[in-house]
């Protein structure tokens, strides 16, 4: 059984990107974003957002210069918060997660916690 389980998580999310997120307009560092599986991003889920330099509780999804890069919804199939990205609005770049590995590691759980919390809140805003 665990083994079962083991290969189906490879297959499924076994494959993950670390993405440095940017505004296209102004370039300006939005957050890093831990990107699971093949294709274009479209979404971006809370609890893969990390080390955001931009407020993530709001509605509107917003560079430090205050163009809209995307709005929050929550995604159906899995009930998860996440921001839909417009077209063309965000830059991505690849960061070799090597690089990071021992930072990001510990700031992946720390914002997996943060967002935790967030979550928590945008619930008693959102009542969802
Ligand atoms: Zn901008």
Request: glycine share 4%.
């Amino acid at each position: 059984m665990k083994l079962k389980n083991n290969k189906f998580k490879k297959a499924r999310g076994g494959y993950s990107r670390l993405l440095q997120i940017s505004c296209r307009k102004c370039n300006s560092v939005i957050c890093m974003y831990q990107k699971y599986g093949p294709g274009d991003l479209r979404r971006m889920y809370l609890d893969r957002i990390i080390d955001p330099q931009v407020l993530v509780a709001r509605k509107d999804f917003t560079c430090q210069k205050d163009h809209l890069l995307g709005v929050k919804i929550i995604w159906e199939k899995e009930n998860r918060p996440a921001f839909r990205l417009f077209v063309d609005s965000v830059n991505k770049k690849i960061v070799k997660f090597e690089d990071y590995e021992d930072i990001m590691l510990v700031k992946i759980t720390e914002e997996r916690l943060k967002t935790k919390e967030k979550l928590l809140t945008h619930k008693q805003v959102w009542g969802n």
